[in-house]
């Protein structure tokens, strides 16, 4: 059974950087092509960042396009997400996903874990 763990959140003031990462087990990660969502309070899920499986193809909402990098180590089964500039409008839980296809849509990952929050002060 596929498990998603995220890590790397917390309470950072704003212009900090965080690294989330995000560990995949019970099948190799080069099968699925991986996304970074977050949900912030009495929002829905929002698409941050994807990545193809060899990590050569990625894509980025327009908020955090030149702030945010996704990337991954498929021989450490780890997604990780590098946040930088952070604006206290980051603040939500995030969220990874693993999917059969490269989607910004969250009704398309399969699986999901159980989110990491990130706080951001002004």
């Known amino acids: 059974q596929v498990q998603l763990v995220e890590s790397g959140g917390g309470l950072v003031q704003a212009g900090g950087s965080l690294r989330l990462s995000c560990t995949l087990s019970g099948r190799s990660l080069v099968f699925y092509p991986m996304s970074w969502f977050r949900q912030a309070p009495g929002k829905e899920r929002e698409f941050v960042a994807n990545?193809?499986?060899?990590?050569?193809?990625?894509h980025y909402a327009d908020s955090v396009k030149g702030r945010f990098t996704i990337s991954r180590v498929n021989d450490r089964s780890t997604v990780y997400l590098q946040m930088n500039g952070l604006k206290p409008e980051d603040t939500a839980v995030y969220y990874c996903g693993a999917s059969g296809t490269v989607t910004m849509s969250p009704r398309e990952v399969d699986y999901w874990g159980r989110g990491t929050q990130v706080t951001v002060s002004s």
């Open positions: 990545i193809n499986w060899n990590g050569q193809q990625t």
